[in-house]
């Protein structure tokens, strides 16, 4: 006979704990009736247990012990919302070896270890859902594993991180440099008292890695893929974008390609035409082409408690009918056996072919210009426009250019051999322009 309540063991009580409580609770009616049998939150480990969260909590429900809250037998599925790598594992092998389902936001383990996670509950034959790992409230993981299973997908690009997109949509609009900017957003809620993993691009790279492994079923390595994050954008090289008809927004960008997976995180300018440039604040926005469907654009908050618990308790209720019914998911964590993703290479970033906006800091002398354009052309590097707008100061001007398609591998060779000339008086910004997103190039 079917268990008639299911409930649900959640470690880790911060914003988007709490915001599953709020949504279990609030939607309670509706979740049921979706069921057929209620969700119930019935346990919930914390190491801090004395901080008023804003929802009532029975008591004795709130527990430090984390170990005990997996092997509760009242416990049917275990929320992981700690994040970071342990022991965050530990907690989720341990419920899955228990035959418990898992559903977790926590991107960083699953960049790791998802496959060792994902093994665990094929073998378990129960649910390990990650739809808030990515985007949020979005859902694009459950579009990536079902919606578009029958089609061989191409790319998956896009803006993956609302800390960096607030700070960039502000930047862009002349409210402040990225320093006063985090300050803002970390007031608002936006941004860590220690913004590193979202502005550096780690939480960016773990998101492209399981977006990488969902679309193209094969899985790459962090450390072999290209990270930029943005505390080198400023407002100069905003206004210059807008003036060139580009918007400047950090992008996580992966291509199945016959070499391998190109795989990128780093800011860049996007056109204005580009749906991406639309996306502004601390939404995300998530592209993917395959050759069927073409394109489809996922779009929504990718960040807060919320949004960020829908998700979640989605993967709860994909959970719950897995026990409910007594059977295994038909659907795999990653759309696919484990065992059945690639290990795939990932195309060095020196290979990948760009147009660049280049920004010089040069002296302001008949012949400057020449020298750089030189070296330039000296490797093969064609130069698509050149504006200088602005008068010099202390004998400086800077100069900005628009380079046509080349490789990464040959800009930094000129930029080697420019950075010794006398005339350059500050390390060049180069910033990556794409024009083939979305297109076969
Ligand atoms: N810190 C993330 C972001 C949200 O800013 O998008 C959680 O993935």
């Given at each position: 006979?079917?268990?008639?309540?299911?409930?649900?063991g959640?470690?880790?009580?911060?914003?988007?704990?709490?915001?599953?409580?709020?949504?279990?609770?609030?939607?309670?009616?509706?979740?049921?009736?979706?069921?057929?049998?209620?969700?119930?939150?019935?346990?919930?480990?914390?190491?801090?247990?004395?901080?008023?969260?804003?929802?009532k909590?029975?008591?004795?429900?709130?527990t430090?012990?984390?170990?005990?809250?997996?092997?509760?037998?009242?416990?049917?599925?275990?929320?992981?919302?700690?994040g970071?790598?342990?022991?965050?594992?530990?907690?989720?092998?341990?419920?899955?070896?228990a035959?418990?389902?898992?559903?977790?936001?926590?991107?960083?383990?699953?960049?790791?270890?998802?496959?060792?996670?994902?093994?665990?509950?094929?073998e378990?034959?129960?649910?390990?859902?990650?739809?808030?790992?990515?985007?949020?409230?979005?859902?694009?993981?459950?579009?990536?594993?079902?919606?578009?299973?029958?089609?061989?997908?191409?790319?998956?690009?896009?803006?993956?991180?609302?800390?960096?997109?607030?700070i960039?949509?502000?930047?862009?609009?002349?409210?402040?440099?990225?320093?006063?900017v985090?300050?803002?957003?970390?007031?608002?809620?936006?941004?860590?008292?220690?913004?590193?993993?979202d502005?550096?691009g780690l939480?960016?790279?773990?998101?492209?890695?399981?977006?990488?492994?969902?679309?193209?079923?094969?899985?790459?390595?962090?450390?072999?893929?290209?990270?930029?994050?943005?505390?080198?954008?400023?407002?100069?090289?905003?206004?210059?974008?807008?003036?060139?008809?580009?918007?400047?927004?950090?992008?996580?960008?992966?291509?199945?390609?016959?070499?391998?997976?190109?795989?990128?995180?780093?800011?860049?300018?996007?056109?204005?035409?580009?749906l991406?440039?639309k996306?502004?604040?601390?939404?995300?926005?998530?592209?993917l082409?395959?050759?069927?469907?073409?394109?489809?654009?996922y779009?929504?908050?990718?960040?807060?408690?919320?949004?960020?618990?829908?998700?979640?308790?989605?993967?709860?209720?994909?959970?719950?009918?897995s026990?409910?019914?007594?059977?295994?998911?038909?659907?795999?964590?990653?759309?696919?056996?484990?065992?059945?993703?690639?290990?795939?290479?990932?195309?060095?970033?020196?290979?990948?072919?760009?147009?660049?906006?280049?920004?010089?800091?040069?002296?302001?002398?008949?012949?400057?210009?020449?020298?750089?354009?030189?070296?330039?052309?000296?490797?093969?590097?064609?130069?698509?426009?050149?504006?200088?707008h602005?008068?010099?100061?202390?004998?400086?001007?800077?100069?900005?250019?628009?380079?046509?398609?080349?490789?990464?591998?040959?800009?930094?060779?000129?930029?080697?051999?420019i950075?010794?000339?006398a005339?350059?008086?500050?390390?060049?910004?180069?910033?990556?322009?794409?024009?083939?997103?979305?297109?076969?190039?």
């Open positions: 006979m079917a268990k008639r309540e299911i409930g649900v959640l470690i880790g009580f911060g914003t988007i704990g709490t915001g599953v409580v709020r949504v279990l609770r609030e939607h309670a009616q509706s979740i049921g009736e979706r069921l057929g049998a209620p969700l119930k939150i019935v346990r919930i480990a914390d190491l801090d247990i004395k901080t008023d969260r804003g929802v909590i029975p008591k004795g429900m709130l430090a012990d984390a170990r005990g809250l997996i092997n509760d037998p009242a416990v049917d599925i275990v929320v992981e919302l700690i970071g790598l342990e022991p965050a594992r530990s907690f989720q092998l341990e419920a899955l070896r035959g418990k389902p898992v559903v977790t936001a926590n991107k960083a383990v699953l960049s790791a270890h998802g496959i060792e996670l994902a093994t665990a509950a094929e378990a034959g129960v649910v390990l859902g990650f739809e808030a790992s990515v985007g949020g409230g979005i859902p694009v993981i459950r579009a990536l594993k079902e919606s578009v299973a029958g089609d061989r997908n191409l790319e998956v690009y896009g803006i993956v991180n609302g800390t960096c997109n607030y960039l949509t502000e930047m862009a609009a002349g409210r402040g440099e990225f320093a006063e985090v300050g803002r957003a970390q007031k608002l809620g936006l941004a860590e008292a220690d913004p590193s993993y502005v550096d939480d960016s790279l773990h998101k492209l890695v399981v977006l990488t492994a969902l679309a193209f079923g094969k899985v790459i390595d962090p450390k072999a893929v290209h990270v930029e994050g943005i505390r080198s954008v400023s407002g100069v090289d905003m206004a210059y974008a807008r003036d060139f008809g580009y918007t400047i927004k950090l992008l996580a960008v992966a291509r199945d390609t016959a070499n391998g997976v190109e795989a990128r995180v780093h800011p860049a300018m996007v056109p204005n035409s580009h991406l440039a996306v502004a604040g601390a939404f995300n926005g998530v592209c082409r395959g050759r069927a469907l073409g394109t489809s654009v779009y929504g908050q990718g960040a807060g408690m919320m949004p960020t618990a829908t998700a979640v308790v989605a993967d709860l209720i994909e959970a719950a009918r026990v409910l019914a007594g059977q295994a998911p038909l659907v795999l964590p990653y759309g696919q056996p484990a065992a059945s993703l690639d290990k795939a290479r990932v195309v060095p970033m020196a290979d990948i072919e760009h147009e660049h906006y280049i920004r010089f800091q040069l002296s302001d002398k008949p012949g400057a210009l020449a020298k750089i354009t030189t070296i330039l052309a000296s490797v093969g590097i064609s130069i698509a426009t050149v504006a200088q602005e008068k010099p100061s202390k004998g400086a001007v800077p100069v900005v250019m628009r380079t046509h398609r080349t490789q990464e591998k040959a800009l930094a060779k000129a930029l080697a051999r950075a010794k000339l005339e350059v008086r500050a390390r060049p910004v180069v910033i990556r322009v794409e024009e083939t997103l979305g297109q076969d190039h």
